[in-house]
């Protein structure tokens, strides 16, 4: 199903964000209703959920990525050409760039699998030496 305007089809999305100067491959199903996005996925750090907004203005697209039992993650992005691309964050902790995609619109999935903990961040963003507070 895909929303009226076409630029943010629901469905299953893949991609990756990156952190620590790697990339690590993300699955998402995300519904696009209304300006209102949800949905959920899988990573190498677990099952999570998704819930945030999207807009035709500008094609911002905010929402929380929370994993079962432990972090909150903030992802700020924007539509452009094949997909959504921004940066993830988790205040006072982390944060770095992401890139998804509907899946057969963007990049291949194997070669981010191919190259996952080996592709260096062009712009690395420092990481304070505090550990996170789980909740």
Same mark, same amino acid.
């Given at each position: 199903?895909? &929303?009226?305007?076409?630029?943010? $089809?629901?469905?299953?999305?893949?991609?990756?964000?990156?952190?620590? !100067? =790697?990339?690590?491959?993300?699955?998402? &199903?995300?519904?696009?209703?209304?300006?209102?996005?949800?949905?959920?996925?899988?990573?190498?750090?677990?099952?999570?959920?998704?819930?945030?907004?999207?807009?035709?203005?500008?094609?911002? *697209?905010?929402?929380? +990525?929370?994993?079962?039992?432990?972090?909150? *993650?903030?992802?700020? /992005?924007? =539509?452009?050409? +094949?997909?959504?691309? !921004?940066?993830?964050?988790?205040?006072?902790?982390? =944060?770095?760039?992401?890139?998804?995609? $509907?899946? !057969?619109? /963007?990049?291949?999935? /194997?070669?981010?699998?191919?190259?996952?903990?080996?592709?260096?961040?062009?712009?690395?963003?420092?990481?304070?030496? +505090?550990? $996170?507070? =789980?909740?």
């Amino acid at each position: 199903m895909n &929303d009226a305007n076409g630029d943010y $089809p629901s469905g299953p999305w893949t991609g990756y964000y990156q952190q620590s !100067g =790697r990339r690590f491959r993300q699955d998402l &199903d995300l519904q696009f209703t209304n300006g209102v996005l949800t949905g959920t996925g899988s990573d190498s750090l677990g099952r999570f959920t998704v819930q945030g907004s999207y807009g035709s203005n500008g094609g911002e *697209v905010t929402w929380t +990525k929370r994993y079962f039992g432990r972090d909150r *993650v903030f992802y700020r /992005g924007f =539509r452009e050409g +094949k997909g959504i691309w !921004g940066t993830w964050e988790i205040p006072q902790y982390d =944060r770095s760039g992401f890139h998804i995609w $509907p899946v !057969g619109a /963007g990049e291949a999935v /194997g070669e981010i699998a191919a190259n996952e903990d080996e592709i260096p961040v062009v712009a690395p963003v420092e990481t304070p030496a +505090k550990t $996170p507070t =789980r909740t």
